[in-house]
C-alpha cells in the first residue's frame, strides 16, 4: 500500500504527541510543525527545540522517520537556514507554503506564496542548492490563496526547483479548513508533475482515506486533524488494506488509549511549564472527544483545573493512572 505519513500541526501535534501517535504504529514518516526563517540564521539548538528527534536519528522513539519544515519567504535566508539544518541530519527538508496565520502571512510567508510561483521556484532551487542529495527535499503547498488558478503553476514552479515529492492540502487558503478538500486538485497536479505527490485533508474515517485515494489518484496520504482525534485510524487503515476485518469497539480502542493518555501527560509534564501542561492536556482530549464518548467525559472533568495534581487526580478517577503507562 502507499505511505500513510503524519501531519504538521502547529500548536497541535508537537514532538510529545508524535511520539505517542507514532507508537501505536502505521506511519511512514511524520513533519515537524514549521520552523519560522525570518531573517537571521537560526542556531542548532532551535531546530532541535522543534524537533528533538534529531537527537535520535531524526526518528520518533517508535523508529518512525521526522521531517523538519521550514517556513519563510526569502530565498538566501532560507538556503542558509536549510544549510544549517542539514548539517543536523534532518529524516528530510519540507517547505511550507500553505500556512493560513496572519501573522506568517503579513510577512508574505505560508500560503501567501502560492500567489508567486516564480518566487516558489526561487526559494526552492536556493534551498536545493545547499541541501546535500541525500537529505529528501520536499515541499507541502495548498491549492492557491483565494482560488485554484495557480495550483498547477506552483506544483510545476516546485518541481522545477528541485523538490523530490509534494504533499497537497487540497483547499485553498481561503478555505481555511472547512469541508470539503478538494482531491480531485491533486489528481490534476499529479497530472502536470513527475514528482509523488500525497494528498493531505480532510480524512478522519477508513471510508475518507478510501475516498481520498480513488479520487486523487494519489497512493500516498497524510493525515492530521483525523490522527489527533483518533490515535487508531492509520492502524485501522493498514488493516483494511491488508484484507482484514476493522471492526473494533471504540469501547476496546479507549481501553487501549488510557495507557497512551497516561504516557503523555507523564511526557507533557517533564518537557513543558507546569502551568502549560494541564492545558495540552485538554487539547488533545478536545481532539479526541470527536471519536470517543469517555474522552468528553474526561474533557469535561479536567476543562476548568489549573494544576498538575488536581489533573493527576482526575485522570485516576477517569482510569487513566501513571501505573499503567504506555512503555515500549
Ligand atoms: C492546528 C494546526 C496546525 C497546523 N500547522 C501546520 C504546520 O506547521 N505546517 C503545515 O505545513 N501545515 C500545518 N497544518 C496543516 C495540516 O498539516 C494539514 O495540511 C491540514 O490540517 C489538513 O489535513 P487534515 O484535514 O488531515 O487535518 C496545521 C493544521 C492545524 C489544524
Redesign the pocket.
Known amino acids: 500500500m502507499g505511505k500513510l505519513l503524519l501531519?504538521?500541526?502547529?500548536?497541535?501535534a508537537d514532538h510529545v504527541l508524535r511520539d505517542i501517535l507514532t507508537r501505536v504504529g502505521g506511519y511512514d514518516g511524520a513533519?515537524t510543525?514549521?520552523v519560522r526563517v525570518s531573517g537571521n540564521l537560526l542556531p542548532p539548538r532551535t531546530f532541535r527545540r522543534i524537533c528533538p528527534e534529531l537527537n535520535h536519528g531524526s526518528r520518533t522513539a517508535a523508529g518512525t522517520p521526522v521531517a523538519v519544515?521550514l517556513l519563510g519567504s526569502d530565498p538566501a535566508c532560507m538556503a542558509e537556514n536549510a544549510a544549517q539544518l542539514a548539517a543536523l541530519s534532518p529524516a528530510a527538508i519540507d517547505l511550507?507554503f500553505?500556512?493560513p496565520a496572519p501573522t506568517v502571512n503579513r510577512h508574505g510567508g505560508g500560503a501567501m506564496l502560492l500567489a508567486e510561483p516564480e518566487r516558489l521556484f526561487r526559494i526552492a532551487e536556493a534551498v536545493r542548492r545547499v541541501v546535500p542529495s541525500h537529505i529528501p527535499f520536499t515541499a507541502?503547498m495548498r491549492l492557491g490563496v483565494c482560488d485554484t488558478s495557480r495550483a498547477l503553476d506552483c506544483a510545476r514552479a516546485l518541481e522545477a526547483g528541485g523538490t523530490v515529492a509534494l504533499v497537497v492540502?487540497a483547499r485553498t487558503k481561503a478555505d481555511g479548513?472547512r469541508p470539503p478538500?478538494h482531491w480531485e486538485w491533486v489528481a490534476r497536479i499529479r497530472d502536470v508533475v513527475q514528482l509523488p505527490v500525497t494528498a493531505?485533508?480532510?480524512?478522519w474515517t477508513t471510508d475518507d482515506y478510501l475516498r481520498c485515494r480513488s479520487v486523487s489518484g494519489s497512493e500516498d496520504v497524510?493525515?492530521?486533524?483525523?490522527a489527533v482525534a483518533d490515535p487508531f485510524l492509520v492502524r485501522r487503515i493498514r488493516a483494511l488494506a491488508g484484507g482484514e476485518s476493522v471492526e473494533r469497539s471504540l469501547a476496546a480502542d479507549w481501553l487501549e488509549l488510557q495507557p497512551l493518555i497516561a504516557e503523555f501527560w507523564h511526557q507533557v509534564q517533564e518537557k513543558v511549564e507546569p502551568s502549560q501542561a494541564p492545558g495540552r492536556l485538554k487539547l488533545w482530549l478536545n481532539s479526541l472527544r470527536r471519536t470517543f464518548v469517555e474522552a468528553e467525559a474526561l474533557y469535561t472533568a479536567v476543562r476548568t483545573l489549573r494544576g498538575i495534581e488536581e489533573t493527576t487526580r482526575m485522570l485516576e478517577l477517569h482510569g487513566v493512572s501513571a501505573s499503567q503507562r504506555w512503555l515500549p
Open positions: 501531519a504538521p500541526m502547529d500548536g497541535l513533519v510543525e514549521f519544515q511550507n500553505g500556512c507541502k492540502h479548513y478538500a493531505n485533508g480532510e480524512v497524510m493525515i492530521g486533524r483525523g
